[in-house]
């Protein structure tokens, strides 16, 4: 995974590099070069929201299964006094 | 329910009297379906696993914790799941469909679910609760992925169904519901989160 990991930012990398710090010559139009130059910022930011976005969602509606917890104390008694027989 | 079973205890000397109890539920129903496999002291869990296996007779075997915050009814479904789609393993999630818990407060849920995550973006195991240990295993399988598997606690549920992906085996996912101990207390300190990301990276960097 770290290999994929690695492989995949190099390219990412390099391929930003290449067209955000290409020699005059070779430039992009300047509007797309002042948005490319700080988009890995953008983008770390963004997981970063989407990380915390995700971890609320799942952790609100993290299910409490207040059902099964008073089930269980039902089949406990159930089992004990099936054993105690 | 129709299914033939045995029932394997693994008792590494538990001080609450576990193994007396063990010996009178053996009593009841018999030696051929409650086999007692003690052990001296406490060696741990993935030995446990090994130990119960040379034990194990039949061609399917499910894991769980024996104190209850695995309840026994959720086995129908693994088997019927297991049926439905010839899986290899089966595991219990408490984080999909109505799977979830109870007794977590929100502290334990919160770490719960961020080290989900991340284990989630960093591995993309295919599976969505990789620590829990509810699970029904094919035997053949069960035994190729202790011999391949090397850490402990935490990671080494990890470290099974992400070893189990990269051999290839199919994974179906049942959600179960997990009532924290209702005897005994459980501890998530801080050790513990510390070994669970070391083990994670180290999983990140090998798999």
Sequence with gaps: KLGQWLCGLALLGSAWAALALAPPGLQLPAPYRQALLPLPVYLLVAFGCYSLATVGYRLATFNDCEEAAAELQEHISAARADLRR | ?207
């Design chain 2, 1 to 207: 329910s129709g299914n033939s079973f045995e029932i394997i205890i693994i008792d590494d000397g538990s001080p609450d009297g576990t193994q007396e109890i063990a010996e009178q539920l053996e009593k009841i129903y018999g030696s051929d379906k409650i086999l007692l496999r003690p052990r001296a002291r406490k060696l741990g869990l993935g030995t446990a696993y090994i130990h119960g296996m040379k034990h194990a007779t039949g061609n399917f075997i499910v894991i769980m914790d024996a104190d209850l915050s695995h309840h026994p009814k959720f086995i129908p479904e693994f088997i019927r799941k297991q049926k439905e789609g010839n899986f290899d393993i089966v595991s219990g999630t408490r984080y999909k469909g109505n799977g979830g818990v109870y007794g977590w407060d929100l502290k334990r849920k919160l770490i719960s679910r961020g080290a989900n995550f991340i284990t989630q973006v960093l591995l993309r195991p295919g599976a969505s609760d990789l620590t829990g240990s509810f699970r029904l295993y094919r035997k053949e399988v069960l035994q190729k992925l202790m011999e391949k598997c090397v850490s402990k606690g935490y990671v080494f549920q990890m470290e099974m169904i992400v070893r189990a992906r990269q051999l290839g085996y199919t994974i179906g996912e049942v959600p179960i519901s997990f009532v924290d101990r209702v005897y005994g207390e459980s501890k998530l300190g801080g050790n513990e989160i510390v070994s669970f990301l070391k083990g994670l990276l180290t999983l990140f960097a090998t798999t």
